[in-house]
């Protein structure tokens, strides 16, 4: 998991300053990589994660509380943001019946700078934000065939398009400090939670792999969202 941290960390850095000394293969490489398989000897605990905010909407005295884990570089999680999620913030996050919780995947450092740019725009931007991330994942994540330097410019865009000032985006991309430990943040709650995979969902402790809205409806109203 270290030299996870360590390759994710020097593609964010590099990226980002828009110039890069890593192979273009590298980023895709990383994408195959299982999640939650590092150990808990493998977790650094000498890096601070305290500060690192959930990401919330709905009610958090809801009886029921979600999360979701997912990554900007997953199409399955793209795929369940342009529908099912939809449904899910009509039926229980704006009715106030859950406390929805979204947290990050890193399967490699575009999913890294894209949760870094969401993040640094503050809470009440990151799901306006996510949802361009989403919308827009097949053009930034394969921008330039997948070149580094072109998929940062890409996510750029989408920041500045949400408002967002140009050097404070390259800031938040190159913040070397907060990449470790988002990436720390990631393995240490992936790994509480048996994550296995994206988009993965827990529903008041239980973990479940992805499935269609209508399964999950009935999840959430046998937990007590109903």
Partial sequence: MKRLIAILVAVVVVAGAGWYLMGRNTVTELAGTPIGSANAEEIDSSIDISDIQDMTQGNPDAPVTMIEYAS?????CAAFNAGPYKQLKKD??????INFIY?????????VWASLMARCAGPEKFFGITDLLYASQST???AGGRDPVAISAELKKIGRLAGMDGDAIDACMQDEAQAKKMVQWFQ?????????GTPSFVINGKTYSNMPYDQMKTLLDEAGAN
């Fill in 140 to 142: 930034w994540a394969n």
């Fill in 188 to 196: 240490v709650h992936s790994t509480e939670d048996e994550i296995t």
């Fill in 72 to 76: 900007y570089t997953c199409p399955h």
């Fill in 103 to 111: 947290r990050e995947v890193y399967f490699d450092g575009p999913g």
């Fill in 92 to 97: 229980y996050i704006d009715t106030g019946k």
